[in-house]
């Protein structure tokens, strides 16, 4: 059995303070809310402020990225041994850090491999561009993402992946919950096919791109969805609970 998942990736917004009543504004509500894993990713400079925020709660911090190296002259970079000590999860791969900062599966390879060996729990995100999307080129883009991503790393149930099709995110214009299906039950057929069968169908895969409290039960009442990276829609207080409780209603009843 796959628990859901739903993360919410701030990306570059809120302040110390912003993200600090963000927290407060949604702690109780998203704390209670049972059967499904609930993690959030605010920027680097909030993770500390938030984690304390969450002591004592069932809900799970993230960052967003990471540099592979343990330390050294990386100005700017922050390594997985500071991550360590503060939060649980990593989100690798994402697609504004391949398209905007040039990070490459093989960079990314690196970092997956940093996060598991420091004890990170690496979201690794996959999806293809639009010009992809519309040339029939979807399967073949996130099957060497998630080959050259995971090569010659050794199978590990902490690993999540998220397919976000680059057209969908920030958009408004969401994949369809039976592509996204599709999609996912694809990249499982290529973790089978690095790993084993068994290992495939434990692991757990998200969708991400323009979700929100309208759509989101499109997605995860696709079996083969566990959940959603979700951008925009978890800087609201009320939009991020209501997405999570659907999910647990959803997830909660047998299929
Ligand atoms: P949006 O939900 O804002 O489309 O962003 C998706 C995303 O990139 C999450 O990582």
Known sequence: ???????????MNTTVAEATELVHDMLEKLDKIEGVDRILCPPFISLAVVGELLKGSSIKLGAQNMHFEAKGAYTGEISP??????????????????????ETDEIVSKKVKAALSSGLKPILCVGERPEENEAGRTEEVV??????????IASCPDIVIAYEPIWAIGTGRAASGEGAAATIKFIRTCLASLWNKDIAQGLRILYGGSVTSNNITEFVSQPEIDGALVGGASLKAEEFVSIVSQTAAIKRQPV
């Open 81 to 102: 041994l500071m991550l360590t000590s503060l939060c649980e999860f990593i989100i690798l791969g994402h697609s504004e850090r391949r398209w905007y900062f040039g």
């Open 1 to 11: 059995m796959r628990i859901p998942l739903i993360a919410g990736n701030w990306k």
């Open 143 to 152: 099957s060497k993402q998630i080959n050259c991503g995971l090569s010659g």
